[in-house]
């Protein structure tokens, strides 16, 4: 069955520090993925999406992902992150179906002052 | 452009009682999907509507239904409410259901069960 992983349940880092978390999939064929972030109590924005193409993708906020199909991986990263940058994130893909997103269970990022 | 709108924000309901949840989704968007997400836990794929029908639907019992209206608004509802349907309910638009662009998310409606 199709699924999104998370390894990381929480993760705290220093402001300013670089930041990478982790997302593996399981499917067949090249999926739909992407990540969102979720603030308390909010609902989820889109971050960044890879449908195919370059593997290094772009997104809002200043974060990237590169997706490795080797390692059926598509882990999140920012340079510098800000104590705005605290939240949830959700990696999530969309099978052959394209009627459902599968999220990860999420990795919660703390911002170390 | 107007975003997902969702109503109400927070509800608090008891065991056995039924509620009804609405999505307003963004405008120009055709199709839309509705997800749980239990406190902790990444969102759960309830069902999808598109042009009315519904065109998917997770692991959820029959008690969770839906429609959609010709202005693509939507409601969930859910009958004979257990306490383990405590949750955010999040609505989802997006543009083809096809062709899956990143859905837009509403902020959710709270809903607990005493």
């Known amino acids: 069955a199709q699924s999104v992983t998370q390894p990381d349940i929480h993760i705290t880092v220093s402001e300013g520090a670089s930041l990478e978390l982790r997302c593996n999939y399981s499917?067949?064929?090249?999926?739909?993925l992407f990540w969102y972030v979720q603030s308390p109590g909010q609902g989820l924005q889109l971050l960044l999406k890879?449908?195919?193409?370059?593997?290094l993708v772009q997104g809002i906020k200043g974060f990237e992902a590169e997706f490795k199909r080797s390692q059926s991986s598509f882990n999140l990263r920012k340079p510098s992150v800000h104590w705005s940058d605290a939240a949830e994130y959700f990696c999530?893909?969309?099978?052959?179906?394209?009627?459902?997103?599968?999220f990860g269970s999420g990795t919660r990022l703390s911002i170390r002052p | 452009e107007t975003g997902v709108t969702q109503s109400p924000t927070h509800l608090i309901k008891t065991r056995g009682q039924q509620v009804t949840l609405r999505c307003s989704s963004q405008?120009?968007?055709?199709?839309v999907s509705w997800y749980q997400q239990a406190l902790g836990q990444g969102p759960q794929f309830i069902f999808q509507?598109?042009?009315?029908?519904?065109?998917g639907r997770g692991n959820f019992p029959p008690r969770f239904s839906g429609l959609q209206f010709p202005n693509y608004s939507s409601e969930l509802n859910v009958n004979a409410l257990e306490l383990d349907d405590s949750a955010l309910y999040l609505c989802?638009?997006?543009?083809?259901?096809?062709?899956?662009?990143?859905?837009?998310f509403g902020s959710g409606t709270r809903l607990t069960v005493v």
């Open positions: 890879y449908f195919s193409g370059d593997t």
């Open positions: 989802a638009s997006s543009l083809e259901v096809r062709v899956p662009s990143g859905h837009t």
């Open positions: 499917y067949g064929a090249t999926p739909y």
């Open positions: 405008s120009g968007h055709n199709t």
């Open positions: 999530a893909s969309v099978g052959s179906s394209a009627s459902k997103i599968i």
């Open positions: 509507y598109y042009r009315e029908e519904e065109n």
